[in-house]
């Protein structure tokens, strides 16, 4: 402000800066703008793809005439929208028009190195697991070819697939047959390395299971339920040897079922098992008990599990435990094992005290990644049937049982130094048994398929597993970006994302989403909205958007 020394009024400088004179130059991966103002004023530069911008350089609130701002981090051989803008002592912002840079192209006729120490691994009758040591290149790697033929003196030159990892599983192969592979490495320029030396792998012999099932059974032909599927009442149970577990029931008073509605339906046909699960702990429907025929030392258990959409834990007290199986090893020996915390699983033992054993990744919350997030940053259950597995062995000397656990076919963890309790074998298993702290409103179905069991190796998953949605959601048309008609107190901030997603506002950049205080009013879908008020002439207010898409990935930049 300033005084008026003819009238000794106050009058307020309303007048944004005057720009001109903006000029750009770019290299491949930066560009660096200049621009002049009339008056001493900051620097800002916007900056995006298309005219729609949708990124900002932090303001330099160094005033100045002369302004020289760097973008930084940009892609080669790409054109570039941007805009300036400078705010001045009064804070009037002014902002240019549009115009445009193109970042120059880099010749890369590099090749990556040579991937190394590639290693083939037969995991079972129909799948052999690659692992390499990656490569490095002058620009970045972008993935991996595989090859193979059948044959142990062949030249592998049939590509079979590609990885942007350093692994590789090729599956549906021939029972007890030898495969060579070989690996290259190609970089985002086409650029393509030389291959590995060979390696060659046999596939294992058809593996003879233990026992298994679909639910395809013959019930007693009671229709009083609707069909001819088991409800466990006073029904007898005629299933591949299953039997009923405990005589539970849920507080709103449902059991254990085996119904059609139940079938997995990328699986082996049949039906399935129905169990109820309700709020708080050991609430159930019951389960059932499955045989292993004979007790055995060491198996692999490969089951379906879908837990109904929306299931979901209490956001207090977590996810404490599932006992998903609940062994009997005989002589009141026996262990469960099942979800732990928001990303974790567990095996819980018993000695002459219980012993906890922990695998602190590939959890409830990397298995529902596609589910939508709850309270307490535990998501809900997206829906979906996954395949699990364990295998376990009892210890031959000393603290040395084995656990391991897979998850969608994906080897999550292994533990080497578990001890049970007694000389007792495992003789069968409750699936699925108690849960705690479940918090639905009421009950929920959670649903069992396809459990194999083996003595001999690791089963191989059937049907198709989920595929996951890594990528976070891209934001775009953010508004408004101008300045606002002088008196205009509110606004309506809207942003635009390229699928359904939940956006939050902060008046703070760099704020991650889930410390961020506000969610727009109208969010979820891919057209976002709020509306702001209180706004005060010549006040400059800027507000920082992050936004997580229905499988939980998050956009990192404001």
Same mark, same amino acid.
């Given at each position: 402000?300033?005084?008026?020394?003819?009238?000794?009024?106050?009058?307020?400088?309303?007048?944004?800066?005057?720009?001109?004179?903006?000029?750009?130059?770019?290299?491949?991966?930066?560009?660096?703008?200049?621009?002049?103002?009339?008056?001493?004023?900051?620097?800002?530069?916007?900056?995006?793809?298309?005219?729609?911008?949708?990124?900002?350089?932090?303001?330099?609130?160094?005033?100045?005439?002369?302004? =020289?701002? *760097?973008? @930084? /981090? &940009?892609?080669?051989? !790409? %054109? #570039?929208? $941007?805009? +300036?803008?400078?705010?001045?002592?009064?804070?009037?912002?002014?902002?240019?028009?549009?115009?445009?840079?193109?970042?120059?192209?880099?010749s890369d006729t590099a090749a990556p190195t040579v991937p190394t120490n590639l290693t083939v691994t037969p995991t079972s009758s129909?799948?052999?697991?690659?692992?390499?040591?990656?490569?490095?290149?002058?620009?970045?790697?972008?993935?991996?070819?595989?090859?193979?033929?059948?044959?142990?003196?062949?030249?592998?030159?049939?590509?079979?697939?590609?990885?942007?990892?350093? =692994?590789? *599983?090729? @599956? /549906? &192969?021939?029972?007890? !047959? %030898? #495969?060579? $592979?070989? +690996?290259?490495?190609?970089?985002?320029?086409?650029?393509?390395?030389?291959?590995?030396?060979?390696?060659?792998?046999?596939?294992?012999?058809?593996?003879?299971?233990?026992?298994?099932?679909?639910?395809?059974?013959?019930?007693?032909?009671?229709?009083?339920?609707?069909?001819?599927?088991?409800?466990?009442?006073?029904?007898?149970?005629?299933?591949?040897?299953?039997?009923?577990?405990?005589?539970?029931?849920?507080?709103?008073?449902?059991?254990?079922?085996?119904?059609?509605?139940?079938?997995?339906? =990328?699986?082996?046909?049949?039906?399935?098992?129905?169990?109820?699960?309700?709020?708080?702990?050991?609430?159930?429907?019951?389960?059932?008990?499955?045989?292993?025929?004979?007790?055995?030392?060491?198996?692999?258990?490969?089951?379906?599990?879908?837990?109904?959409?929306?299931?979901?834990?209490?956001?207090?007290?977590?996810?404490?435990?599932?006992?998903?199986?609940?062994?009997?090893?005989?002589?009141?020996?026996?262990?469960?094992?099942?979800?732990?915390?928001?990303?974790?699983?567990?095996?819980?033992?018993?000695?002459?005290?219980?012993?906890?054993?922990?695998?602190?990744?590939?959890?409830?919350?990397?298995?529902?990644?596609?589910?939508?997030?709850?309270?307490?940053?535990?998501?809900?259950?997206?829906?979906?049937?996954?395949?699990?597995?364990?295998?376990?062995?009892?210890?031959?000397?000393?603290?040395?049982?084995?656990?391991?656990?897979?998850?969608?076919?994906?080897?999550?963890?292994?533990?080497?130094?578990?001890?049970?309790?007694?000389?007792?074998?495992?003789?069968?298993?409750?699936?699925?048994?108690?849960?705690?702290?479940?918090?639905?409103?009421?009950?929920?179905?959670?649903?069992?398929?396809?459990?194999?069991?083996?003595?001999?190796?690791?089963?191989?998953?059937?049907?198709?597993?989920?595929?996951?949605?890594?990528?976070?959601?891209?934001?775009?048309?953010?508004?408004?970006?101008?300045?606002?008609?002088?008196?205009?107190?509110?606004?309506?901030?809207?942003?635009?994302?390229?699928?359904?997603?939940?956006?939050?506002y902060s008046t703070t950049s760099g704020t991650a989403y889930a410390s961020i205080p506000n969610t727009f009013t109208t969010t979820?879908?891919?057209?976002?909205?709020?509306?702001?008020?209180?706004?005060?002439?010549?006040?400059?207010?800027?507000?920082?958007?992050?936004?997580?898409?229905?499988?939980?990935?998050?956009?990192?930049?404001?």
């Open positions: 402000m300033g005084a008026d020394e003819q009238s000794g009024r106050t009058t307020v400088d309303t007048t944004a800066s005057t720009i001109s004179s903006v000029t750009s130059s770019a290299s491949a991966t930066s560009a660096t703008i200049t621009w002049t103002t009339n008056e001493l004023a900051t620097s800002q530069i916007e900056y995006g793809l298309t005219t729609s911008y949708g990124s900002l350089t932090t303001e330099n609130t160094t005033t100045a005439t002369s302004h =020289s701002e *760097s973008i @930084t /981090g &940009l892609s080669t051989g !790409t %054109t #570039y929208h $941007y805009r +300036v803008i400078s705010k001045n002592s009064s804070a009037n912002s002014a902002t240019s028009g549009d115009y445009t840079f193109t970042t120059t192209t880099v129909s799948r052999i697991n690659l692992t390499w040591t990656a490569s490095t290149d002058d620009t970045a790697v972008k993935g991996y070819n595989i090859y193979k033929c059948a044959g142990i003196s062949c030249t592998p030159t049939t590509s079979i697939g590609t990885s942007a990892t350093n =692994s590789y *599983s090729d @599956t /549906g &192969l021939t029972a007890n !047959t %030898t #495969y060579t $592979y070989a +690996v290259s490495v190609y970089d985002g320029a086409g650029n393509v390395s030389g291959q590995t030396s060979v390696v060659s792998g046999t596939t294992k012999s058809t593996q003879s299971l233990l026992w298994s099932t679909t639910f395809n059974c013959d019930t007693d032909g009671d229709t009083s339920n609707g069909d001819t599927d088991w409800l466990r009442y006073s029904d007898p149970l005629v299933c591949d040897g299953i039997k009923k577990g405990g005589d539970w029931t849920t507080s709103e008073g449902h059991v254990v079922q085996i119904r059609d509605s139940a079938n997995n339906p =990328s699986g082996g046909g049949g039906k399935g098992e129905l169990n109820w699960v309700g709020d708080g702990t050991n609430n159930d429907g019951g389960g059932l008990v499955i045989p292993l025929n004979k007790p055995q030392s060491e198996v692999w258990v490969r089951w379906y599990q879908k837990y109904q959409r929306g299931f979901s834990w209490n956001s207090t007290k977590g996810l404490l435990y599932t006992k998903t199986l609940y062994f009997n090893m005989g002589n009141d020996s026996s262990f469960n094992t099942g979800f732990h915390g928001s990303d974790g699983w567990q095996i819980e033992a018993y000695n002459d005290v219980p012993q906890i054993h922990y695998l602190n990744s590939g959890g409830w919350n990397s298995v529902m990644k596609n589910g939508e997030m709850g309270a307490g940053g535990y998501r809900k259950s997206d829906g979906k049937w996954h395949c699990y597995e364990i295998h376990v062995k009892r210890q031959t000397s000393g603290a040395n049982g084995v656990f391991e656990f897979w998850s969608d076919g994906v080897l999550v963890g292994k533990i080497n130094d578990i001890t049970f309790r007694g000389t007792g074998l495992f003789t069968n298993f409750l699936i699925p048994s108690n849960q705690k702290t479940v918090a639905n409103g009421g009950d929920m179905q959670v649903l069992i398929d396809d459990i194999a069991i083996s003595n001999t190796g690791y089963i191989d998953p059937i049907g198709s597993t989920p595929t996951l949605d890594t990528t976070p959601p891209a934001l775009s048309s953010p508004s408004p970006t101008e300045t606002l008609t002088t008196g205009t107190t509110s606004t309506t901030l809207s942003v635009k994302t390229n699928k359904n997603a939940t956006c939050k979820g879908g891919t057209t976002h909205t709020q509306n702001i008020t209180g706004l005060t002439n010549g006040n400059t207010y800027k507000y920082y958007v992050r936004c997580s898409d229905t499988s939980g990935n998050v956009n990192t930049n404001d």
